[in-house]
């Protein structure tokens, strides 16, 4: 009987010292954290991180953490980007704004002084308009589908396409670090981004694409990124 009892004291303390040895092993390995559910959104032409993350509802600083992104304010066209969350790829808008903003970076032109002439000639249906329930960022100008656009400066093209949401086709111009022009609702646009323009040239034909009631031109000059009344600057 005395060495049954010795028999199962030992086999217990073996069956303990295994258990705890495996316990330790499996304290030692965890599990690996689930994967992060998203999706990958790649990006556009002109889109932006700031425009992506608000589209999303996400956290910027966390996408760009995520992503590697050192500098938020560069991303490149075709770019694969993790959105922590997402479900579905959603349309991400791109704005004016961004589109000057991001030609500021890159473009250094210098004039002392700018002569701005109009681009079409015609009577303004639609004048500029700064307040906040009537807001209207340029001038209308009426003219037949076809007549030529021309530029009021020279400058470069920094965005010439029909992806910014109500303007149809649309052409940019940034003619110093100031000042930009820009010219909506082309029935054509004659130039391509990255194509130096002279004062007076054709860059495009007068139409009625995205919300244009009749064919007119579009027509804004923008300061610093802020619209302002064309009509003083013009010749």
């Known amino acids: 009987m005395l060495r049954n009892i010795l028999w199962l004291s030992l086999l217990s303390v073996i069956l303990l010292i295994g258990g705890c040895a495996k316990h330790r092993v499996l304290l030692g390995k965890p599990s690996p954290p689930p994967e992060r559910k998203g999706i990958y959104h790649v990006v556009e032409k002109h889109q932006t991180l700031y425009r992506i993350c608000k589209t999303y509802g996400v956290d910027i600083k966390e996408v760009a953490s995520l992503n590697g992104i050192t500098d938020p304010s560069k991303i490149q066209t075709g770019q694969r980007i993790f959105i922590p969350g997402a479900k579905k790829v959603l349309k991400v808008e791109i704005y004016i704004d961004d589109v000057v903003a991001e030609s500021g970076e890159k473009e250094k032109i210098a004039y002392k002084k700018l002569n701005f002439l109009w681009p079409v000639e015609g009577k303004i249906t639609d004048a500029f308009n700064d307040t906040e329930s009537k807001r209207h960022q ?3 100008v009426p003219s037949p589908l076809g007549t030529p656009i021309k530029a009021s400066s020279p ?9 910014i949401k109500g ?10 670090e100031e000042f930009v022009t820009v010219y909506a609702h082309n029935q054509l646009n004659l130039v391509e981004e990255g194509n130096w ?8 034909k007068v139409g009625q694409t995205g919300r244009a009631t009749g064919p007119h031109l579009h027509f804004e000059i923008r300061k610093n990124n802020k619209a302002v009344d064309p009509l003083p600057y013009l010749k």
């Not at 400058?155 to 396409?161: D, H, K, M, W």
């Not at 323009?197 to 495009?204: A, N, Y």
């Open 197 to 204: 323009v002279e004062r007076g040239q054709i860059i495009g």
């Open 138 to 140: 340029g001038i209308d």
């Open 155 to 163: 400058g470069t093209v920094i965005y010439s396409s029909n992806t």
């Open 167 to 176: 303007y149809g086709n649309l052409i940019i111009l940034r003619h110093s």
